[in-house]
């Protein structure tokens, strides 16, 4: 998603913050494609257990990305998001999320609008789809964790800068899922903790009942998932701001109300996340279909059953990228950089 320039330099402070000189010669010379300290160090020509050890160092403060096997050790340069913000998930201090928080009002949440129906997908509840219609396994987050060999879980780093900058919204903490070599560098920095497919089952469960809205990387066999609320994610809270957040979102699925069943307890008021259930003159709950992101919070809570997801039609339906990869890619040619 890049990382814009800002009229205040509020971004020059954040790197400032992060980076000494030094560690900005290293980072600039790195590329995302993973590499061994001995391709870096010929690069720059300087001694391979020099770069090691440098390379090392970032990589233990979060500086950039490092992937350990037997062979030895890769490194690559990362984004902010997701990268350099939440890999401070642990040394977050007050003054860092609050620049962090300034620099998302000022410009990054424009660049991530750029591209963010690549960058957000939101994946409804399980217990929200009729059964009889079933659901792609790569828009349902239990299969999603049932497919993955490791799963850590790690604190929200959303959450964590809002209740240092301001107060959070005291929903659950410990949401966000990493797999794969991600989960493993969450591990190698003691920034997550493994579990089980049954502990992250129940993290899960306990993240919809909390009404926080899951959001896997937009493609089929994503690093990560997070677990997000319209109050404190940075993401949400941007797409808020506008109008259709529905046309920024990567979802399969909206909500439809059965007038009939509908009691006007205004139950589903208070789950939606994007504000897109409103009541009619009647008293009657409604859906404006370009601000529903299909997460199916509103579905589960209501008593009588009138709430439910349907699937978009066949125009409107879209198929995740397979890869990491190829989601990045596509995100990069809709910001016209490619």
């Known amino acids: 998603m890049g990382f814009p320039a800002t009229e ?10 992060l980076f000494s000189q030094a560690d900005a010669l290293m980072f600039t010379a790195l590329i995302p494609t993973l590499e061994t300290a001995q391709a870096v160090a010929s690069r720059l020509d300087r001694p391979e257990a020099e770069v090691a050890t440098q390379l090392d160092d970032m990589a233990e403060r979060g500086l950039l990305f490092r992937l350990k096997k037997e062979t030895g050790s890769r490194y690559g340069a990362i984004p902010l998001i997701h990268g350099l913000y939440e890999f401070q998930i642990k040394d977050l201090k007050p003054d860092l999320a609050k620049m962090i928080k300034a620099y998302f009002e000022e410009a990054f949440d424009q660049a991530m609008l750029a591209s963010a129906d690549y960058f957000l997908r ?6 929200s789809i009729d059964v009889t219609h079933g659901v792609a ?3 349902d987050a239990v299969e999603i964790l049932k497919s993955k060999p490791l799963i850590v879980v790690t604190d929200c780093i959303c959450r964590k800068t809002a209740a240092l900058v301001d107060s959070d919204c005291g929903k659950p903490l410990e949401t966000c899922f990493m797999f794969g ?8 920095r003691g920034i997550g903790r493994r579990i089980t497919l049954d502990e992250a089952t129940d993290i899960l469960t306990k993240c919809r009942e909390a009404g926080l809205v899951t959001q896997p990387a937009t493609s089929q066999n994503p690093a990560g998932m997070c677990n997000c609320c319209g109050d404190c994610c940075s993401v949400l809270r941007a797409i808020k701001k506008y109008p259709r957040p529905a046309e920024m979102v990567f979802s399969n699925h909206f909500a439809v109300v059965d007038i009939a069943g509908c009691t006007g307890c205004e139950t589903c008021l208070d789950r939606c996340q994007m504000d897109a259930l ?3 003159d009647e008293g009657l709950a409604v859906v404006d279909k ?15 059953k009138a709430l439910k997801l349907v699937l978009k039609s066949e125009t409107e339906f879209r198929t995740p990228p397979e890869t990491m990869v190829e989601q990045m890619m596509l995100m990069a040619e809709k910001r016209g950089v490619l």
């Open 278 to 280: 409103s009541m009619n």
């Open 122 to 127: 939101t994946i409804p509840v399980q217990e």
């Open 137 to 139: 396994s790569y828009d």
């Open 8 to 17: 205040s330099g509020i971004e020059l402070k954040i790197l400032r913050y």
């Open 290 to 304: 370009d601000r529903c992101i299909g997460c199916g919070l509103c579905v589960t809570t209501c008593p009588t």
């Open 181 to 188: 070599s991600m989960g493993q560098y969450y591990l190698d």
